[in-house]
């Protein structure tokens, strides 16, 4: 298997890899791996303070109320991007060498948890705005400042705060699996397709589709300067022209007059590869540990097989 990164990519959390010498059964072990076996931190535990707050600068009185069930915070804050550090050594919780032998109540250290707080308020009574909304950005770290919220992810809303209402808690972050929960899968839309070269092999009768004025994704139009000696095979153009040719396609119309003036061919054991993450780790990070993830998985097979075999 031979993988390398399509040109242009990637494009800001958004990922396109072409994987040649390879099959589709392997690339989607990799598709599986990526999904479920790559591991990064999200929120799994919140504890909320329920009561009543004394607002001493204004005297007003704040309850713990608002628009949401505790539940519903807690999933919302459990799928907020947080950062993560492969290389800062935190442990999963059952494999923490301080924690793994602590019932479940205990369990939590430096090692193996990063602490969010937050205690935000609603406005006062004699504020002109009539509610205020909560975000992640409004959380605070009070461990390592490398989990810090990414400023691109600190304005996603969690909850909004009528006057009177006020939201405090303390959250915990722990290492996982997105086997075990979607809030610790590290990429989503994780699909993959073959890899086409295209042919012009009308180009007379490309018009029909040249005419359209239609565009690729980088703006250039969709004509016959996108083939050279009546080929294309850079991997976005094809995309794009696979896209396109649906306006040409059974059922437009036009398929009879454009008489497959432009031809898709497969390439062998060529793939294209595309995921998106959440942010909480660089695309380029996803795929090298998930290939790390594969390559520990069957060693270990390979292990086992010796052991049963010797």
């Given at each position: 298997?031979?993988?390398?990164?399509?040109?242009?990519?990637?494009?800001?959390?958004?990922?396109?890899?072409?994987?040649?010498d390879?099959?589709?059964?392997?690339?989607?072990?990799?598709?599986?791996?990526?999904?479920?076996?790559?591991?990064?931190?999200?929120?799994?535990?919140?504890?909320?303070?329920l009561?009543?707050?004394?607002?001493?600068?204004?005297?007003?009185?704040?309850?713990?109320?608002?628009?949401?069930?505790?539940?519903?915070?807690a999933?919302?804050?459990?799928?907020?991007?947080i950062p993560?550090?492969?290389?800062?050594?935190?442990?999963?919780?059952?494999?923490?060498?301080?924690?793994?032998?602590?019932?479940?109540?205990?369990?939590?250290?430096?090692?193996?948890?990063?602490?969010?707080?937050?205690?935000?308020?609603?406005?006062?009574?004699?504020?002109?705005?009539?509610?205020?909304?909560?975000?992640?950005?409004?959380?605070?770290?009070?461990?390592?400042?490398?989990?810090?919220?990414?400023?691109?992810?600190?304005?996603?809303?969690?909850?909004?705060?009528?006057?009177?209402?006020?939201?405090?808690f303390?959250?915990?972050?722990?290492?996982?699996?997105?086997r075990?929960?979607?809030?610790?899968s590290?990429?989503?839309?994780?699909?993959?397709?073959?890899?086409?070269?295209?042919?012009?092999?009308?180009?007379?009768?490309?018009?029909?589709?040249?005419?359209?004025?239609?565009?690729?994704?980088?703006?250039?139009?969709?004509?016959?300067?996108?083939?050279?000696?009546?080929?294309?095979?850079?991997?976005?153009?094809?995309?794009?022209?696979?896209?396109?040719?649906?306006?040409?396609?059974?059922?437009?119309?036009?398929?009879?007059?454009?008489?497959?003036?432009?031809v898709?061919?497969?390439?062998?054991?060529?793939?294209?590869?595309?995921?998106?993450?959440?942010?909480?780790?660089?695309?380029?990070?996803?795929?090298n540990?998930?290939?790390?993830?594969?390559?520990?998985?069957?060693?270990?097979?390979?292990?086992?097989?010796?052991?049963?075999?010797?």
């Amino acid at each position: 298997m031979k993988a390398s990164v399509v040109e242009g990519y990637p494009q800001g959390n958004k990922m396109k890899v072409l994987i040649e010498d390879t099959d589709a059964s392997q690339v989607n072990a990799l598709r599986r791996a990526i999904m479920s076996d790559v591991p990064k931190m999200a929120i799994s535990k919140v504890m909320f303070t329920l009561g009543v707050n004394q607002d001493n600068n204004h005297d007003e009185i704040f309850e713990s109320v608002n628009a949401l069930p505790d539940e519903v915070i807690a999933h919302r804050l459990a799928m907020i991007p947080i950062p993560t550090q492969p290389d800062e050594g935190m442990a999963f919780p059952d494999e923490c060498e301080s924690c793994m032998d602590l019932a479940e109540e205990d369990v939590g250290c430096p090692t193996c948890q990063v602490l969010y707080t937050l205690n935000v308020q609603g406005p006062s009574a004699d504020s002109d705005e009539p509610f205020r909304v909560v975000r992640a950005g409004d959380l605070t770290n009070v461990s390592d400042p490398l989990f810090d919220i990414s400023e691109d992810m600190q304005s996603i809303p969690i909850t909004y705060l009528a006057q009177g209402q006020f939201l405090e808690f303390i959250a915990f972050a722990t290492l996982g699996r997105g086997r075990d929960h979607a809030k610790w899968s590290a990429a989503s839309a994780v699909t993959f397709q073959p890899c086409y070269e295209a042919e012009l092999k009308k180009p007379k009768k490309a018009s029909v589709l040249f005419d359209l004025n239609l565009k690729t994704s980088d703006g250039r139009p969709i004509d016959a300067k996108l083939f050279t000696s009546k080929k294309c095979s850079d991997i976005s153009t094809v995309l794009d022209l696979e896209k396109a040719l649906h306006q040409v396609g059974h059922g437009t119309g036009r398929d009879a007059d454009f008489d497959d003036a432009i031809v898709l061919t497969k390439v062998d054991g060529s793939f294209v590869f595309s995921y998106e993450t959440d942010g909480s780790l660089a695309p380029e990070a996803v795929f090298n540990m998930a290939i790390e993830e594969l390559k520990s998985r069957f060693t270990n097979l390979g292990e086992d097989l010796d052991r049963a075999f010797a």
